[in-house]
């Protein structure tokens, strides 16, 4: 069998893996893993607009629209107009999404330490490099 074609199925396996792993341990925080990624971006970069996610989640602009939607609907995010262009939305957290992300980092599982577990540290900087390489390919 083609090496592309097994190296691609175990690349999709591992990502789908990845997400219903940390889908499973937001659970109980009533999070998906896409919305805790929307948590932990808006802690970071508080103020900034739905197209600044969609750029940093690689969603499409109407899909992080709905997440940020959603997000607010259960009073998770604030939404205002811009002062400057009331056509652009500045997104924050709320004190109720400040404090699920406090919980969020207090309870999360890290598995990143167990994805990489028994790969040395010089051998994850060369997967970091290929990683970002194959995403970069993909953009192309």
């Given at each position: 069998m083609d090496i592309s074609y097994?190296?691609?199925?175990k690349i999709q396996q591992l990502s789908h893996r990845i997400v219903l792993r940390r889908?499973?341990?937001?659970?109980?925080?009533g999070l998906t893993a896409e919305q805790a990624d929307t948590l932990l971006f808006f802690?970071?970069?508080?103020?900034?607009?739905?197209s600044d996610l969609r750029c940093s989640l690689g969603?499409?602009?109407?899909?992080?629209?709905?997440?940020?939607?959603?997000?607010?609907?259960k009073g998770l995010l604030c939404v205002t107009p811009s002062p400057r262009d009331a056509r652009y939305k500045l997104i924050a957290l709320t004190a109720e999404g400040e404090e699920l992300y406090e919980t969020m980092q207090r309870?999360?599982?890290?598995?990143?330490?167990?994805?990489?577990?028994?790969?040395?540290?010089d051998d994850r900087e060369k997967l970091l490099a290929m990683i970002s390489q194959a995403l970069d390919n993909m953009e192309k």
């Open positions: 097994i190296l691609t199925r889908n499973k341990d937001l659970k109980s925080m802690h970071a970069h508080s103020g900034s607009s739905a969603v499409t602009h109407q899909a992080a629209r709905a997440l940020v939607q959603r997000m607010a609907d309870n999360c599982t890290n598995f990143g330490d167990r994805l990489l577990e028994h790969i040395p540290a």
